[in-house]
């Protein structure tokens, strides 16, 4: 069979301003992509391609156009061609693209079903999620808080770094006042907005409010102020952005040896796709650095794919996969989240209707 493929772009609309330090949104666009077998059209695997504005470079005003024509040099191959192509060239395409093809292969090869990692999700497997709670005024933080605890999160994950910090410091104590009794844990995502003459201050500051940890607390790049940060920090560092661009076994290898970060945080569409992603899990447990899943925001398809990989692995740490109501215009499918934990839902079932495929 000879794969082809269609795309269809579609602009997510946020329900609320989503601030972080790196500025707000209020919608983006991502693409799916379908791929078929011509003599079959209606049996499809679906991937979803979701560089994020601020942080996935390949995301230039030429994205699409590059986009189909990566589609390109896969058309007209056998599905199992394409699938070795894609192992053999990974390291060379952008990390939305490749996830987006590896989704979409994986599903074309279990039948169309939006099956793209089967295994321990659709067999009932829950995944504990973090609550994620995003910059606003210190009104809005403390009643989006009041909301996530309500709804049964145990584990809170806060933006900070664009308020004052002293008001940030006064959201978190008020957690640890109110909610003494839920044992919260608290994730901080600072996003790099901590400068390197405040950074130990600031970190010092935090630890007096039993932080579990905080991503990104400088910029990524800085390799010798980042070791410092780590090595002095009283609160265990976890990488993001510093994974970004990083695409060979041997660098990341290097990159975990001469940080030793004590968490990394994934994100196949910025971090190399779901291979890439598997790469860096490998290296950090041999490391036994903890790391855990978290979306680029996608849509509930690539949500989905997300939590099917994630269920696959043995985690004992919350996931940063409760990013499926953001929208107003997500696609309906079958993930649930409730009382602080993301399950398969089958008894809602895909809906693409709001999708228009355009060949590639």
């Given at each position: 069979?000879a794969?082809?493929?269609s795309?269809?772009?579609?602009?997510?609309?946020?329900n609320?301003?989503?601030?972080?330090?790196?500025?707000?949104?209020?919608?983006?666009?991502?693409?799916?992509?379908?791929?078929?077998?011509?003599?079959?059209?209606?049996?499809f695997?679906?991937?979803?391609?979701?560089?994020?504005?601020?942080?996935?470079?390949?995301?230039?005003?030429?994205?699409e156009?590059?986009?189909?024509?990566?589609?390109?040099?896969?058309?007209?191959?056998?599905?199992?061609?394409?699938?070795?192509k894609?192992?053999?060239e990974?390291?060379?395409?952008?990390?939305?693209v490749?996830?987006?093809?590896?989704?979409?292969?994986?599903?074309?090869?279990?039948?169309?079903?939006?099956?793209?990692?089967?295994?321990e999700?659709?067999?009932?497997?829950?995944?504990?999620?973090?609550?994620?709670?995003?910059?606003?005024?210190?009104?809005?933080m403390?009643?989006q808080?009041?909301i996530?605890?309500?709804?049964?999160?145990?584990?809170?994950?806060m933006k900070?770094g664009?308020?004052?910090?002293?008001?940030?410091?006064?959201?978190?104590?008020?957690?640890?006042?109110?909610?003494?009794?839920?044992?919260?844990?608290?994730?901080?995502?600072?996003?790099?907005?901590?400068?390197?003459?405040?950074?130990?201050?600031k970190?010092?500051?935090?630890?007096?409010?039993?932080?579990?940890?905080?991503?990104?607390?400088?910029?990524?790049?800085?390799?010798?102020?980042?070791k410092?940060?780590?090595?002095?920090?009283?609160?265990?560092?976890?990488?993001?952005?510093?994974l970004?661009?990083?695409?060979?076994?041997?660098q990341?290898?290097?990159?975990?040896?001469?940080?030793?970060?004590?968490?990394?945080?994934?994100?196949?569409?910025?971090?190399?796709?779901?291979?890439g992603?598997?790469?860096?899990?490998?290296?950090?447990?041999?490391?036994?650095?903890?790391?855990?899943?978290?979306?680029?925001?996608?849509?509930?398809?690539?949500l989905?794919?997300i939590?099917?990989?994630?269920?696959?692995?043995?985690?004992?740490?919350?996931?940063?996969?409760?990013?499926?109501?953001?929208?107003?215009?997500?696609?309906?499918?079958?993930?649930?989240?409730?009382?602080?934990?993301?399950k398969?839902f089958?008894?809602?079932?895909?809906n693409?209707?709001?999708?228009?495929?355009?060949?590639?």
């Amino acid at each position: 069979m000879a794969i082809h493929f269609s795309v269809a772009k579609h602009n997510l609309v946020f329900n609320f301003e989503a601030r972080t330090s790196r500025g707000a949104m209020r919608e983006r666009i991502v693409w799916f992509i379908k791929v078929f077998d011509s003599a079959n059209p209606s049996v499809f695997g679906l991937g979803e391609c979701a560089p994020l504005p601020g942080l996935s470079s390949e995301l230039t005003e030429s994205f699409e156009q590059n986009l189909r024509q990566h589609l390109h040099a896969f058309s007209k191959l056998s599905l199992q061609e394409a699938i070795s192509k894609l192992k053999e060239e990974h390291t060379r395409l952008p990390s939305s693209v490749v996830m987006a093809l590896e989704m979409a292969f994986a599903d074309l090869e279990n039948k169309g079903e939006r099956q793209y990692f089967p295994g321990e999700f659709e067999r009932g497997k829950t995944i504990d999620i973090n609550g994620l709670i995003w910059m606003a005024d210190m009104d809005l933080m403390l009643q989006q808080i009041a909301i996530k605890i309500y709804d049964g999160f145990t584990c809170i994950k806060m933006k900070v770094g664009s308020l004052n910090f002293e008001k940030e410091c006064d959201v978190i104590s008020y957690i640890r006042r109110k909610y003494y009794r839920e044992s919260i844990t608290i994730r901080l995502d600072a996003n790099g907005a901590f400068k390197p003459d405040d950074v130990l201050y600031k970190l010092n500051e935090l630890a007096k409010y039993n932080i579990h940890s905080i991503e990104q607390p400088v910029k990524s790049g800085q390799v010798e102020l980042m070791k410092e940060v780590i090595r002095h920090s009283p609160i265990p560092i976890a990488l993001d952005e510093e994974l970004i661009g990083i695409y060979h076994d041997q660098q990341k290898e290097a990159l975990l040896t001469e940080l030793n970060p004590h968490y990394i945080i994934l994100k196949p569409s910025l971090h190399g796709g779901f291979i890439g992603s598997e790469e860096w899990i490998t290296i950090a447990e041999k490391k036994n650095i903890g790391w855990w899943m978290t979306s680029a925001l996608e849509s509930n398809v690539g949500l989905y794919a997300i939590a099917q990989f994630t269920a696959n692995k043995k985690i004992t740490l919350p996931q940063g996969l409760g990013t499926g109501k953001l929208y107003d215009n997500n696609i309906p499918g079958p993930l649930l989240v409730e009382k602080g934990i993301l399950k398969s839902f089958p008894q809602q079932p895909w809906n693409f209707d709001d999708l228009t495929f355009q060949p590639s």
